[in-house]
């Protein structure tokens, strides 16, 4: 079993409409939380970096933490097309150097 | 969000011949970098983690002579991909973190280089 677990889609949704990403994982010892978008041949760009439970808004984008569930998500309200790229959870152990990533959803927008 | 820069974007080389790319905090100190390796579709896979200053800690297959990793400043390290072959081909990714606080810090990426080997 893959620590973190993320749905790779594809996700295909009309503009306007509301994503919701998510991932899962299994180790508690995971106390910071990260979502990044990478478009094509591009390096990851951090959208999000929380590390409490409950909910996280910036902009369009709400994190959202569930420690006891071991499950986060992340919210996209309005999708625009160009919010089509993979969407990368990942997460760190307090006192780690590390990243554990997702595999990244794949999301496309469509106009 | 800081800024961490990568040079080259996309680089061409000649079977047998070594590239080196460049990862650059802009804006902080980079404690600790970390060299990913990116196939299509794919997720990113770490290769090694460098702290400033000291030898750099490679992940399991990846191989030390093959992929050379320098950080010897706090906002510089290098990665050098040595007698490169096709099979070297890939999109590399520079991350970068400062840990030398008590507060654990977000990670930050760069650009990434697309290596394609001749």
């Known amino acids: 079993q893959k620590e973190v677990e993320q749905d790779p889609g594809p996700l295909s949704v009309p503009e306007g409409a509301i994503v919701s990403l998510n991932c899962t994982y299994s180790?508690?010892?995971?106390?910071?939380f990260m979502w990044y978008r990478q478009y094509s041949r591009k390096g990851p760009e951090l959208l999000m970096y929380?590390?409490?439970?409950g909910n996280k808004e910036d902009g369009r984008f709400t994190a959202q933490v569930d420690k006891s569930s071991k499950y986060i998500s992340l919210f996209i309200r309005d999708s625009q097309p160009s919010d089509s790229a993979t969407y990368l959870c990942a997460m760190i152990r307090f006192g780690n150097e590390k990243l554990t990533f997702g595999t990244g959803t794949r999301l496309t927008i469509i106009p | 969000g800081a800024v961490v820069s990568q040079h080259p974007s996309w680089v061409i080389c000649k079977s047998g011949t070594s590239v080196k790319i460049e990862c650059r905090s802009l804006d902080f100190q980079a404690t600790t970098m970390f060299w990913y390796r990116q196939f299509p579709k794919q997720s990113l896979m770490l290769m090694a983690t460098?702290?400033?200053?000291?030898?750099?800690?490679?992940e399991q297959g990846v191989e030390k002579d093959k992929f050379l990793i320098n950080h010897a400043s706090l906002t510089l390290s290098t990665l050098t991909v040595t007698s490169a072959h096709p099979e070297d081909s890939s999109f590399y990714i520079c991350s970068a973190r400062d840990l030398s606080g008590l507060m654990n810090t977000e990670a930050f990426f760069g650009q990434g280089t697309r290596l394609t080997v001749v």
């Open positions: 460098s702290n400033e200053g000291s030898k750099a800690t490679y």
């Open positions: 180790n508690s010892a995971f106390q910071y």
């Open positions: 929380t590390y409490s439970s």
